[in-house]
């Protein structure tokens, strides 16, 4: 393992993707939501201690409740063959120091019964995309290796990026990195998939078009934004096919490199001019 020394939040920096750090710092409010049929309901002596969860979870994940949850949907479906999910990602508060971003899925079995849901506050990169991309990236976690999974989403956008990507044998590092946003958690679900030999399949789901499942993990995720629970925070990615990845304080950069770079420098020499001599008669002025 690496190591990496301290820096300030206002720098970035390159760290090896695996150092076993903690991403604990977070840009948003937090909050989740596990409704019934879940496993919201479980007696305290159901949750399972650090040591019985699966390493590789422990390994990528901070462990809390939201963790242990999860966990306990991955070993309830680890003998399955085939697996269907519905997918859904919901921001609100866009910009705004109230931003909560939730992503949620649900697991419908062939007797189209609502076995599972989990729903989770996520941190950093606010985008309704991210919010969906995490969504399907959570579903594969807990499914076992070499199953078959449906997933069912009404994000065309994260159908197209996925299958874009996963079927372009010549999509290199250059490529990822030259992506707009979420790259990161495109690699992670890439990598995931050819990791556990995954058939995956999608369905494009019409939204509010009285599809039942659909409409009910919409719902979910309405009101998990008003729901103060724990975060599932990533600790450690998934893929290695990239050594170093860039951060910004402790926060992994999920954004074109040099566009954020711009946008940085562009803040902070914005916050050098307000604070000039000058200037300072206008910076208590409200927008």
Partial sequence: MGQCTTVTRDKYHLIPVDLNLHLHQVINSTSSIINSPTI?????????????????????????????????????????NTLSFYTDGSLINANTQA????????????????????TTTIENWPLSLR??????FLSLIVSPYGCRVDINTDSQNSINIIQRIYNNPTFSIRDY??????????????SI???????LRFNKVKAHNNDYFNERIDQECRIAH??????????????????????????????????????????????????????????????
Avoid: C
């Fill in 131 to 136: 919010a969906e991309l995490f969504a399907i």
């Fill in 40 to 80: 919201r309901n479980t007696s305290p002596n159901t949750i399972h201690q650090s040591h019985n969860i699966d390493k590789q979870l422990l390994q990528h994940f901070e462990l809390n409740s939201k963790l242990e949850a999860l966990h306990i949907i991955q070993q309830h479906l680890k003998d399955e």
């Fill in 226 to 287: 008003y729901d103060s629970t724990l975060a599932l925070v990533i600790k450690q990615q998934y893929f290695d096919n990239i050594q170093f990845i860039s951060q910004w304080g402790s926060i992994p950069i999920e954004r074109k490199l040099r566009k954020f770079i711009t946008d940085n420098s562009n803040i902070k020499n914005y916050f050098s001019f307000l604070h000039l001599p000058q200037n300072y008669k206008y910076k208590d002025v409200d927008d």
């Fill in 177 to 190: 990195f030259r992506l707009l946003n979420n790259n990161i958690i495109i690699n992670n679900i890439v």
């Fill in 99 to 118: 931003t909560s971003m939730i992503t949620s899925f649900i697991r419908v079995s062939d007797t189209n019964i609502i076995t599972y849901s989990f």
């Fill in 193 to 199: 998939i050819k990791t556990k030999n995954l058939t």
